[in-house]
């Protein structure tokens, strides 16, 4: 008896660890309230949301003339058995999985605290410790988040209003710009959601809406509105939505959407679907507020260093046009001096600079910046192969030639840093295949000639004196 008891004392605090969640909309119980369970139908579970609006679109529709037509022998011409009524239980959607509660000492702790949000010099230290180089990035937007939230957790509403300091990241493909948010929203523990500008458009067209991101966003925050509230929303490819030249046609994919994105940028209350990205009868509806929301936009702008340097030289003195023309076009960092002139011409309506104040420019990565972010960063990309290896208890090291080589072939592919990945996954997998039929392996060493196809991997067995560590590929 006492055995049943402790049976059913262990389920119960099982059950405690566990909660409900709506079959329609995906929600917790937490979020939803009480919830519904409908017997015959594996205890299948609805929130009251979802139930009422099932309700209001029954009472919308003819259902009671549709049921006065339907014959049992139409559906079943041989009459309704045993076996079809099994068929039907079978078809029946079984109970939705429990979402597990998570405890207040297993949630992890963030690096900061929104609410006490660091000086930004810390906050740049922090981000130096992943992000190689852009130091002037790092260091516009460290300021930037710091008045972000500083100005979200005082909340001050006296005759001085603070605005949003929403971010315009400019630089080339491969230089950084998602890594860099993604780095900054892990450590200051706010949900991210990141879109790309070309799959939006105008309402009514094929594409998503633009108030998808902010469902998105809530999807992140596992539909927790004063979370999602103080999140990050990151819109890549938003030099993609510049306005087109020359046409007469409704730009529905690209000034459109930026004047649809105005009244998200600037502050307002949107609807938008809990557990979907597109509105319908049977999803409910949230009011998310995005005046506290901050905003990174960030692209490629190809063409962008043209303007500029058209700009600069048009403004110079006559006589030197030549001359400046040289020096601009030897400038690797000429898009730093961009001007809100210079993205109107490109495409961007004034409206939508004006609100995205702040403009921070990134560099292309050149072949130094790429051994770096090699090696240098906690999760670097050489560390995260060393560390597959060490558990087959397999050393893996890198000679400083064949990074030299790597970081060539990724400059040659013009990717930026995504090359790296790939090109280094490339050379390891055949010894990644290999490494583990063999358990005498000790070392691998790779080696500039493997890298340029003229020779293979240093192997080292176990006992065996491996080549000396190169400091520098493998601290």
Same mark, same amino acid.
């Given at each position: 008896?006492?055995?049943?008891?402790?049976?059913?004392?262990?389920?119960?605090?099982?059950?405690?660890?566990?909660?409900?969640?709506?079959?329609?909309?995906?929600?917790?119980?937490?979020?939803?309230?009480?919830?519904?369970?409908?017997?015959?139908?594996?205890?299948?579970?609805?929130?009251?949301?979802?139930?009422?609006?099932?309700?209001?679109?029954?009472?919308?529709?003819?259902?009671?003339?549709?049921?006065?037509?339907?014959?049992?022998?139409?559906?079943?011409?041989?009459?309704?058995?045993?076996?079809?009524?099994?068929?039907?239980?079978?078809?029946?959607?079984?109970?939705?999985?429990?979402?597990?509660?998570?405890?207040?000492?297993?949630?992890?702790?963030?690096?900061?605290?929104?609410?006490?949000?660091?000086?930004?010099?810390?906050?740049?230290?922090?981000?130096?410790?992943?992000?190689?180089?852009?130091?002037?990035?790092?260091?516009?937007?460290?300021?930037?988040?710091?008045?972000?939230?500083?100005?979200?957790?005082?909340?001050?509403?006296?005759?001085?209003?603070?605005?949003?300091?929403?971010?315009?990241?400019?630089?080339?493909?491969?230089?950084?710009?998602?890594?860099?948010?993604?780095?900054?929203?892990?450590?200051?523990?706010?949900?991210? %959601?990141?879109?790309?500008? +070309?799959?939006?458009? !105008?309402? /009514?067209? #094929?594409?998503? @809406?633009?108030?998808?991101?902010?469902? *998105?966003?809530?999807? %992140?925050?596992?539909?927790? +509105?004063?979370?999602? !509230?103080? /999140?990050? #929303?990151?819109? @890549?490819?938003?030099?993609?939505?510049? *306005?087109?030249?020359?046409?007469?046609?409704?730009?529905?994919?690209?000034?459109?959407?930026?004047?649809?994105?105005?009244?998200?940028?600037?502050?307002?209350?949107?609807?938008?679907?809990?557990?979907?990205?597109?509105?319908?009868?049977?999803?409910?509806?949230?009011?998310?507020?995005?005046?506290?929301?901050?905003?990174?936009?960030?692209?490629?702008?190809?063409?962008?260093?043209?303007?500029?340097?058209?700009?600069?030289?048009?403004?110079?003195?006559?006589?030197?046009?030549?001359?400046?023309?040289?020096?601009?076009?030897?400038?690797?960092?000429?898009?730093?001096?961009?001007?809100?002139?210079?993205?109107?011409?490109?495409?961007?309506?004034?409206?939508?600079?004006?609100?995205?104040?702040?403009?921070?420019?990134?560099?292309?990565?050149?072949?130094?910046?790429?051994?770096?972010?090699?090696?240098?960063?906690?999760?670097?990309?050489?560390?995260?192969?060393?560390?597959?290896?060490?558990?087959?208890?397999?050393?893996?090291?890198?000679?400083?030639?064949?990074?030299?080589?790597?970081?060539?072939?990724?400059?040659?592919?013009?990717?930026?840093?995504?090359?790296?990945?790939?090109?280094?996954?490339?050379?390891?997998?055949?010894?990644?295949?290999?490494?583990?039929?063999?358990?005498?392996?000790?070392?691998?060493?790779?080696?500039?000639?493997?890298?340029?196809?003229?020779?293979?991997?240093?192997?080292?067995?176990?006992?065996?004196?491996?080549?000396?560590?190169?400091?520098?590929?493998?601290?």
């Amino acid at each position: 008896m006492s055995d049943y008891n402790n049976d059913d004392i262990k389920d119960t605090e099982d059950e405690q660890k566990y909660e409900d969640v709506c079959y329609m909309c995906r929600r917790p119980e937490s979020k939803t309230g009480r919830m519904l369970h409908i017997p015959g139908m594996n205890n299948m579970c609805i929130c009251i949301d979802c139930m009422e609006r099932s309700f209001r679109v029954m009472d919308g529709s003819n259902y009671a003339d549709l049921m006065q037509g339907m014959n049992i022998q139409d559906i079943f011409p041989g009459g309704l058995n045993m076996d079809d009524m099994m068929n039907i239980q079978n078809q029946i959607p079984k109970k939705q999985k429990l979402k597990k509660k998570a405890k207040d000492c297993e949630e992890a702790h963030p690096e900061f605290d929104i609410k006490n949000i660091p000086a930004p010099h810390i906050l740049k230290a922090k981000l130096d410790e992943f992000v190689i180089g852009q130091d002037q990035a790092k260091k516009a937007i460290a300021v930037a988040v710091y008045n972000h939230y500083k100005r979200v957790a005082t909340n001050t509403m006296d005759d001085i209003e603070i605005e949003k300091s929403n971010i315009l990241m400019i630089g080339p493909t491969g230089c950084g710009k998602t890594y860099l948010v993604k780095t900054l929203a892990r450590l200051l523990d706010v949900p991210l %959601a990141i879109t790309d500008a +070309t799959s939006l458009t !105008e309402a /009514g067209y #094929i594409g998503d @809406d633009i108030e998808s991101v902010v469902s *998105k966003l809530l999807a %992140a925050a596992d539909n927790d +509105t004063e979370r999602a !509230e103080r /999140g990050i #929303i990151f819109i @890549d490819e938003i030099d993609k939505i510049a *306005k087109k030249k020359n046409t007469t046609a409704r730009d529905v994919s690209g000034e459109s959407v930026q004047q649809g994105l105005l009244k998200l940028l600037e502050g307002s209350e949107v609807e938008v679907p809990v557990g979907a990205t597109s509105k319908n009868a049977m999803v409910p509806l949230v009011t998310i507020d995005t005046r506290n929301i901050l905003f990174i936009c960030g692209g490629a702008f190809p063409d962008l260093e043209n303007i500029v340097k058209e700009r600069l030289t048009r403004h110079s003195s006559i006589g030197f046009s030549a001359e400046l023309k040289d020096k601009y076009d030897q400038d690797k960092n000429i898009v730093s001096k961009v001007t809100i002139d210079d993205l109107r011409a490109f495409g961007m309506i004034p409206e939508f600079i004006g609100r995205l104040p702040i403009t921070v420019t990134l560099e292309g990565l050149n072949r130094d910046m790429m051994i770096r972010i090699l090696k240098e960063p906690k999760n670097a990309i050489l560390r995260q192969y060393q560390k597959l290896l060490a558990l087959d208890e397999v050393d893996l090291r890198f000679d400083d030639e064949a990074l030299g080589v790597i970081a060539d072939k990724a400059i040659a592919r013009k990717t930026g840093a995504r090359a790296l990945r790939s090109i280094i996954e490339e050379f390891m997998l055949d010894i990644m295949y290999e490494i583990p039929k063999d358990d005498n392996i000790g070392s691998v060493t790779i080696t500039k000639a493997y890298i340029e196809g003229k020779g293979s991997p240093m192997i080292a067995m176990r006992g065996t004196p491996a080549l000396p560590e190169s400091p520098s590929a493998n601290n």
